[in-house]
Every structure is written in C-alpha cells, then in structure tokens.
C-alpha cells in the first residue's frame, strides 16, 4: 500500500494496532495467501490458455487423441440395418444394450458385441416407477416371471408382447399367473402333468396326470440331488414321512 505522504502511513499504523490482536494476525495471514497466489498463479496457468475463450486450445488436440470405443449408431446401421429398423427400441443407440462396439466394427470376427440376459438389465428401463410416463411398459421385477430371462419371452429388437395366450395359459389362466410368480416359473407344465391330446379337445374327459409319490418333488428337492444354487434341499426320509409334498406345499406356488 501507498501513501502520499509519511504521516498517512504512520496514521495507518496506528489504526492498524488498534484492531484485536486476532484480527490482525488474521488479515496478515489473508494478505501472505492472495499474494502468493499473485505470484503463483502465472506458474499454474497453462500457456496456450485463453487463445479460444475461456478455454485451453491444447485440450481439444487431448479429446482426440483419446481412443475411441464406441462406434455410433450408423456403423450398425452397415450390417445389421435390418435389427435397427424394428420395434420399439429402434430408437435405442445399439451401444446401450451391446457396450461399446468400435473394435467390433473394426474386427467383426475378433470381437463380438455383448448380450445383456441377466434379469437386472432391463428393469433399469422397464422396472416400475410412478414417475414413468403412462403407457410406457413397466413390470416389477421380482413377481414378474422372477426365473426367467428377460429375452426368453420377449425379442430384445421388437420387444411386443405375445398377441393371444397359447399352451396351458389359455385355458388354466390364474394357475398360469400363480406359477409365474413362483421359483416355479420356469417349469414346464408337463414336467408334472401328463396331458393326451384328448384333454386339448374334451378336457374333463382326459384328465392329466398328476405326481402321487413324494420322490417326484425329490428329484429337485432330496438332499444332494440338485447342484443348482437355491434350490431348497431336504432330508426326503426324515422330512414329514407320512405326508405327500402338497399337502403342505401348494406346487404352483410352493413359498407359501
């Protein structure tokens, strides 16, 4: 700071050793940081800063020189211009569901695009929210045909719902709906049931059959029979010997 004249300065002083021993070592402090960030700040500020704007000229040489790995909508459009033009989804970028496809544009037979068919990726999009617009097709998850992936029921480029109910759903439509929210679900109907073709055409007179030994439900569910993972395992001669399965466990929906 300048002063005109010796006396300003030393009346300055004086104010100055007025103030509270804090507020003076304070604003001694605040002074030493701006003038080191004064001294600093031409050391820190990049050459070619401020030659466009408010910005670095170098950094757009640095943007493209970062390999790129997405590839864009319209090198898929090359050869799979057929898969884009379908459905719902054809406004998707393939790269949302597929990942990054540049090496495989540029190597097709090295490099091939990734097939998303774990149940979590879908409901990213389609898992139910009140805030989703209306009509926009949402489900929730886990009572929505919970064993099942997503693309064995709907084709991922044209993801419309079958038109007309087939197979045993059409007649035995709430059984159909209680399975699909077992872990039962993807159990085919006649993994239990046998049904003759008469039963399509005459069903009261053709009945199916149904399991009547506990060893059925052991073939999943007896102590080391199943290696998949979840599936409940039970000791089948010590477990309630004098009761067949369903008379505790209803079979379409045996968590109840």
């Known amino acids: 700071m300048r002063f005109k004249n010796p006396l300003e300065g030393i009346h300055f002083m004086n104010w100055f050793s007025n103030w509270p021993e804090q507020i003076r070592r304070l604003s001694l402090v605040i002074i030493l940081i701006v003038g080191a960030f004064l001294v600093i700040r031409p050391m820190l500020v990049p050459d070619d800063f401020g030659e466009y704007g408010h910005f670095r000229s170098g950094a757009m040489d640095n943007a493209v020189a970062i390999p790129s790995h997405f590839a864009g909508k319209a090198a898929c459009n090359e050869c799979h211009d057929d898969m884009l033009a379908l459905g719902y989804h054809k406004s998707l970028s393939c790269e949302v569901c597929h990942g990054p ?46 064993t099942k992936p997503c693309i064995s029921c709907h084709d991922p480029h044209n993801p419309v719902p079958p038109e007309s109910i087939q197979g045993c759903a059409a007649c035995h439509g709430e059984i159909a709906t209680t399975k699909s929210l077992s872990h039962h679900a993807g159990i085919e109907c006649g ?23 506990r060893e059925f439900c052991g073939q999943c569910h007896a102590a080391g029979r199943s290696k998949q993972a979840g599936i409940p395992q039970i000791d089948l001669q010590n477990h309630e010997p004098r009761y067949t399965c369903w008379q505790c466990h209803y079979p379409h929906l045996p968590e109840l």
């Open 191 to 213: 993994f239990c049931h046998i049904a003759q073709p008469e039963h399509m055409v005459s069903p009261h007179s053709a009945l199916p059959s149904k399991p009547d030994k």
């Open 101 to 146: 496809l540049a090496q495989h544009t540029e190597a097709p037979d090295e490099y091939s695009p990734q097939f998303p068919d774990e149940r979590s990726f879908c409901p990213t999009c389609h898992e139910y929210l009140k805030s989703r617009p209306t009509g926009f097709p949402q489900v929730v998850s886990q009572s929505h045909n919970p």
